[in-house]
């Protein structure tokens, strides 16, 4: 059975840095598409990122509002993506969210394309 687990939410000050990391156990597939969103108070769950990688390739969507500050990456360990958050904003305050998908679908921006979903995570700003 599948199973994503997120880690590394937390607190910290505008303009900071976190370090999210999402891994899938039991995964069978030989590639993935592993992405993040995120669900602030009141608001609509919605895209942050996205990456593709099979047989050694591997591809990256964003979102507009983190593009140039976010940065998700595979893991150093296998079937996990990390979401390197830098110049962190107040707005950025949600609960993030991994994805993954057993097959590459269009509209990777969209949760339809996900078959999986993590618990989510906490990711506090201060300002």
């Known amino acids: 059975q599948v199973r994503l687990v997120e880690s590394g939410g937390g607190l910290v000050q505008a303009g900071g840095s976190l370090r999210l990391s999402c891994a899938a156990t039991?995964?069978?597939?030989?590639?993935?598409?592993m992405g993040w969103f995120r669900q602030a108070p009141g608001k609509e769950r919605e895209f942050v990122a996205t990456?593709?990688?099979?047989?050694?390739?591997?591809?990256?969507y964003y979102a507009d509002s983190v593009k140039g500050r976010f940065t998700i990456s595979r893991g150093n360990a296998k079937n996990t993506v990390d979401l390197q958050m830098n110049s962190l904003k107040p707005e950025d305050t949600a609960v993030y969210y991994c994805?993954?998908?057993?097959?590459?679908?269009?509209?990777?921006?969209?949760?339809?394309?996900?078959?999986?979903w993590g618990q989510g995570t906490q990711v506090t700003v201060s300002s």
């Open positions: 990456l593709r990688w099979n047989a050694g390739s591997t591809y990256t």
């Open positions: 994805a993954a998908a057993r097959i590459v679908r269009s509209g990777i921006t969209g949760e339809g394309a996900y078959d999986y």
């Open positions: 039991g995964w069978p597939f030989s590639g993935y598409v």
